[in-house]
């Protein structure tokens, strides 16, 4: 799966990018499912190659699912990210699917010509 996804440059903390869902009919916990992030590769702005993946990312991924802003993400505000989410079983196998989440920012025009970011 493959996601775009657009953000304010001016986001504040706990804002909702996307969510993402993943499902598995086994029971128990096979059934269940853990989200992370396992990387937030940095793209600055304007360049086509990643500057690796940022530690702490500023981003965070809920239990369920759902993709937020975390601490540090003002630092960030003209960069552009490519996460990389995994779905795992919470139970052996731990058979794990992934997502790649394109993360740009943008800037906000409101309809009387007013530019927010």
Same mark, same amino acid.
């Given at each position: ?7 304010? #440059?001016? #986001?504040? %903390?706990?804002? =909702? %990018?996307?969510?993402?869902?993943? =499902? ?6 096979n ?10 590769? %940095?793209?600055? *702005?304007?360049? %086509? *190659? ?18 937020? =802003? ?13 996460l ?7 139970a ?21 010509? =007013?530019?927010r #970011?």
């Amino acid at each position: 799966m493959v996601l775009f996804v657009g953000i304010k #440059s001016r #986001s504040v %903390l706990g804002e =909702t %990018l996307t969510r993402v869902t993943a =499902t598995d009919p086994d029971e128990g916990g096979n059934g269940a499912i853990d989200y992370l992030i396992q990387a937030s590769n %940095l793209f600055k *702005q304007g360049s %086509l *190659q990643s500057s690796g993946s940022v530690i702490p990312s500023p981003f965070n991924i809920s239990k369920m699912g759902k993709i937020v =802003t975390d601490a540090g993400m003002a630092e960030y505000s003209q960069d552009r990210f490519q996460l990389v989410v995994m779905a795992r079983e919470k139970a052996p196998p731990n058979r794990a699917a992934y997502a790649t989440v394109h993360v740009s920012s943008m800037v906000v025009l409101i309809h009387d010509g =007013t530019i927010r #970011s």
